[in-house]
């Protein structure tokens, strides 16, 4: 082995015996190396510094998405449902500390009467450290609040499908560049602290809009009951939930290469769940400390203390944790299931055309010839079906498994 300024050369002799018949040539390497070789020794040269060859440059692909989502900025679409008077516009305030509702003007008692549930849809822009989220809040006022609720969740419901039925329409379009997702990613579900459990009128909401939604329920006006009754208002709901087979938001597994503190993080907030929250915007000093809280005669409630409220757990799982995961189960289950529906709508629709045209062309003759085309429509209505049995099958999987996990946790 001989070393030069720029390289390390190796000297491999194929056949001694006929090296001496050879006639050698030389080969310059470097400035000041001269190696005497011939067609039957190899050099191989190996550069020294073998970091620089090595690295190849992919690397830098999160650093180039991260660039690229930063630029473009994101969308996160929040529904909030319930009875009017549970602080639903305080708690969008506070996790977001704006004011959405500063021009909204309440109806009085002749207009609650006959009052419908409708549809309220506000989007504000927010930057934090350079990242740019377009937040919509979709509120339903009007929801519980008339003598008869019976069909309250439609309207609810019917917003859902026609996002879902926009983003499937411009997915399907020529220009998909600019598409925007207006999809409701989250829905916040407001139980009233005075029932005992889950009621009627919330159960039958919840029906209708598990399977399109993840839906994280929320226990309002938490600081009018004890530390007892919340943990037994929450034992009930859980149960009333798993009774009546509602699904909601399934917090994700924890990845083994997760630290410790996160897993303790995320083991509280599965723990939490459903959040029994305090709201405010008023901001009060407390100790030379400017916190949000509510003033009693008996003392303050610190909305941010954990021994008084969920908020900041709420708050934590909702924009710090696991804002992308419910973005994530919106476009991979809740969507992939209207998607699937829609496509096997239009499979058999288009069957149903073709037969008609194929009976009106042949009169009498009640033979029916299967074209290449009519054959690739039932493959595809076929795989269609497939998809839907997986998907039925990978919720009962995750169902079954959350169950697993359930009773290994001490709520």
């Not at 067609?39 to 991260?66: M, N």
């Not at 506000?122 to 009007?142: C, F, H």
């Not at 944790?321 to 189960?329: E, F, G, I, N």
């Amino acid at each position: 082995m001989e070393k030069s300024d720029s390289f390390a050369i190796l000297n491999i002799d194929i056949d001694n015996k006929n090296n001496n018949n050879m006639n050698p040539h030389s080969e310059v390497i470097g400035d000041d190396c001269t190696k005497q070789t011939s067609p039957f020794t190899t050099v191989i040269k190996i550069q020294r510094d073998r970091g620089e060859r090595d690295y190849i440059g992919f690397a830098t692909l999160p650093e180039q998405v991260h660039r690229k989502s930063v630029k473009r900025g994101f969308d996160f679409t929040l529904m909030v449902v319930g009875e009017s008077g549970l602080g639903k516009s305080t708690l969008i305030n506070s996790l977001f500390l704006g004011d959405l509702y500063k021009n909204r003007k309440m109806s009085d008692v002749q207009d609650r009467i006959e009052k419908t549930t409708t549809i309220e849809k506000k989007t504000m822009e927010i930057e934090e450290r350079g990242v740019k989220l377009r937040l919509t809040i979709v509120d339903t006022p009007g929801f519980g609040d008339a003598i008869n609720c019976e069909d309250s969740w439609r309207v609810c419901s019917a917003y859902i499908d026609e996002q879902f039925r926009q983003y499937f329409t411009d997915e399907s379009g020529l220009n998909r560049r600019h598409m925007q997702d207006n999809r409701v990613h989250c829905c916040l579900y407001f139980v009233p602290p005075w029932a005992h459990s889950i009621r009627q009128v919330d159960l039958e909401m919840m029906k209708r809009l598990h399977r399109k939604v993840n839906i994280v329920v929320v226990i309002a006006k938490a600081d009018s009951l004890t530390a007892g009754e919340i943990k037994r208002l929450k034992t009930r709901i859980l149960t009333d939930l798993e009774d009546y087979q509602i699904q909601v938001y399934q917090f994700p597994e924890c990845d083994s290469d997760e630290d410790e503190e996160f897993k303790q993080q995320d083991r509280e907030l599965k723990a939490a769940a459903p959040f029994a929250v305090v709201a405010a915007d008023t901001v009060l000093e407390v100790g030379g400390k400017r916190v949000r809280g509510r003033q009693y005669p008996w003392g303050i409630v610190d909305v941010e203390n954990p021994r008084h409220s969920d908020f900041t757990k709420l708050r934590t799982m909702l924009i710090s944790t696991h804002m992308q995961d419910l973005k994530d189960v919106t476009q991979d289950v809740h969507y992939e299931n209207f998607r699937a529906q829609c496509i096997s709508q239009i499979s058999q629709h288009a069957m149903r055309e073709r037969g008609k045209l194929k009976r009106d062309s042949m009169g009498n003759n009640n033979e029916v010839v299967f074209t290449d085309t009519d054959r690739l429509l039932l493959q595809k209505d076929e795989e269609i079906r497939r998809m839907q049995n997986m998907l039925t099958q990978m919720q009962e999987k995750l169902k079954a498994s959350d169950k697993k996990h359930d009773s290994i946790i001490d709520v």
